[in-house]
């Protein structure tokens, strides 16, 4: 285990850098990330280097003992290369250039962008493998972070139609995936096909789905030029930041270009929600089933918000504990330091901007965390189904536009972990069977693979509605008439729609439904619950098997309700209230508030054990 920071050393003088380095090491520091946004200081010209400031970092982190997680500098293409290859810019799906200024404005496909970021990565590769002090390399920062997964520019188009005649064998069997009978879209020849740009009306949504696999691979492509170069002269691990609920890339997919996962900490959400770091945290853990890297921890406020909250002391202690309980094994801070310029001007640091290391509250505390020994993550008896193809379903067309895959799952999530479960993601390799309880939530897409381990299982499973729905190529299944037709239980969804609100009956108690209604014709089963209002009043909405182990939810269930239909399902010890999260043997209040519930009342901020 080992606490570091995100260092820029490019921001500060040679002194200030010695003075800096020397006092994260003194405070607990082990680790630091750096040169990830440092092309134009090494590459000042084509062809010109200059690593002086670099290797200043390495020689006197190699002097202290201080590690060195280096990144490579391709997030942000420096102004020279832009203006002589203005074609490396992306494009939106208006045709609006993406233009310097900010970050993440190139094309992954650009093959003139791919030679060039090759050239600064042997470089750098060349240079600093001979050192003690590298730990490992980050390949880039954030893909797609900013909206830029989806690149429009001509390389892509070009690309875009490479990629679609290795998947079909001819133009034919693409508009039958495509479905391009429809609005007279049928397609002769690949050289008609473009990326799905900006239209007056909806876009092909089978069309949609293929372009978004196709970025996927394409930034995988560009990370593992860098990575095969890299490998040429180091035998250190590679990696790359994931995002917080980030689903544009299929990180499931992703994660074999890597040797360890790495994961950027940020809140999405203005008010801090446990449950959403929570499942991320254990959604990395699932990637590799292994420990990961926080490369970027939330140090407390932010600048991209649209109101940057104040976090305390106290609150970065509970969410730095909370990652470790998680799985992770290190941990660095973004920022080492505030700065006083530049976009993240507003966005903190474990220090201040006057650069003061005597006073830092921030400090003290990673010098108390570095004296705990943390436990490891505790086996699960709850597994979550998480698949990224459906995500993209969902993003692409629905029946409700408000509903969102990933909320929706961390909802279930919450609900389990309020009644003290520990839950684990499982992916379709994965082994479902070693889980008293199985959720399979909003998964459009089931894979035969997937379907196969459910319709084997002997123990709890939870289906929901929207499941099982869709094919690999994102048509409605008409095959067969939709629903679940299992051993006991057995059913027709005869019809589907959107709701806003309504309302479930439950041994005399009223769960709140949302989003999704479905009307079901039950060959084999039980009614377990009905619609007490709405359309299909007194319908069934909830099922249960003949065997009482397959639990069918018709709907999207709030929080409050899925607990209540848990209680049913599952047996529990107590209920916790919101931003309380049980792990490993410990309550961890993450609230400025006190927190009651059975006989147990946690002070704000309280983090403590059961026993």
Excluded at 42 to 52: K, L, P, R, S, Y
Excluded at 71 to 99: C, F, M, S
Excluded at 393 to 398: A, G, Q, T, V, Y
Aim: proline share 3%; charged share 30%.
């Amino acid at each position: 285990m080992m606490f570091g920071v995100d260092y820029y050393p490019e921001h500060w003088n040679k002194n200030r850098i010695e003075i800096d380095m020397k006092s994260m090491v003194n405070n607990g520091v082990k680790i630091i990330r750096v040169a990830e946004f440092m092309w134009a200081q090494m590459e000042i010209e084509e062809g010109i280097f200059n690593f002086d400031l670099l290797d200043h970092v390495f020689e006197k982190a190699e002097e202290i003992g201080l590690k060195i997680i280096l990144g490579t500098p391709t997030a942000t293409p420096p102004a020279w290369l832009i203006r002589k290859h203005p074609e490396i810019l992306q494009k939106d799906e208006y045709g609006h250039v993406r233009n310097f200024g900010s970050r993440r404005h190139y094309c992954y496909n650009n093959k003139v962008y791919r030679k060039y970021s090759g050239i600064i990565v042997e470089k750098m590769a060349e240079r600093y493998s001979k050192y003690n002090c590298l730990y490992a390399w980050q390949i880039d920062n954030e893909f797609g972070c900013e909206n830029t997964t989806y690149c429009y520019c001509k390389d892509c188009d070009s690309s875009f139609k490479e990629y679609l005649k290795e998947i079909y064998d001819n133009v034919d069997v693409l508009n039958k995936n495509w479905g391009t009978d429809f609005w007279s879209q049928k397609y002769n020849d690949f050289s008609q096909i473009e990326t799905p740009k900006k239209t007056n009306a909806f876009l092909n949504p089978h069309q949609v789905l293929d372009f978004y696999r196709f970025s996927t691979e394409g930034i995988g492509e560009f990370a593992k030029i860098q990575i095969d170069i890299i490998k040429k002269y180091s035998d250190k691990p590679i990696t790359h930041n994931f995002m917080v609920n980030f689903g544009e890339i299929d990180y499931k997919k992703h994660h074999e270009l890597y040797d360890f996962i790495s994961y950027d900490n940020y809140m999405p959400v203005q008010d801090y929600n446990p449950m959403i770091a929570a499942f991320n945290f254990d959604l990395m853990y699932a990637l590799k089933n292994k420990e990961f890297t926080i490369m970027e921890q939330q140090p407390g406020r932010v600048n991209w918000q649209e109101k940057n909250i104040f976090y305390s002391v106290d609150w970065l202690n509970n969410a730095s504990t909370q990652t470790f309980m998680h799985g992770a094994n290190n941990l660095l801070y973004f920022r080492w330091r505030a700065l006083p310029y530049g976009a993240e001007q507003f966005h903190n640091g474990i220090i201040g901007y006057d650069g003061d290391t005597e006073n830092s509250e921030r400090l003290n505390m990673i010098k108390k965390l570095n004296q705990i020994e943390f436990e490891k993550k505790e086996k699960a008896d709850v597994a979550i189904y998480f698949d990224y193809q459906s995500n993209w379903m969902h993003k692409i067309n629905n029946v409700s536009k408000d509903f969102d895959y990933f909320m929706e799952v961390i909802n279930l999530y919450e609900a389990f972990k309020r009644m003290k479960k520990n839950v684990d993601i499982v992916f379709e390799d994965d082994d479902f069977s070693k889980y008293e309880t199985l959720v399979i939530p909003y998964s459009y897409y089931l894979s035969e693979k997937a379907m196969g381990k459910i319709k084997n299982r002997d123990k709890k499973t939870i289906l929901t509605c929207m499941t099982g729905l869709k094919e690999y190529n994102n048509h409605i299944k008409s095959d067969e008439k939709l629903g679940f037709h299992l051993k006991s239980l057995d059913f027709n969804i005869n019809d589907f729609g959107a709701i806003e609100e309504e309302k479930i009956s439950l041994s005399g108690k009223r769960l709140i439904s949302n989003y999704w209604i479905e009307d079901i014709e039950l060959l084999k089963g039980k009614v377990y619950c009905t619609w007490e209002s709405g359309p299909l009043r007194n319908k069934a909405s909830i099922l249960k098997s003949e065997d009482d182990k397959i639990l069918y939810i018709g709907t999207v269930l709030n929080t409050e309700s899925l607990i209540e239909l848990l209680k049913e399902f599952i047996d529990y010890d107590v209920i916790l209230p919101k931003k309380v999260e049980y792990i490993n043997g410990k309550y961890i209040n993450f609230s400025h508030e006190k927190k009651l519930f059975g006989n147990i009342e946690l002070r704000p901020y309280e983090i403590r054990s059961e026993t």
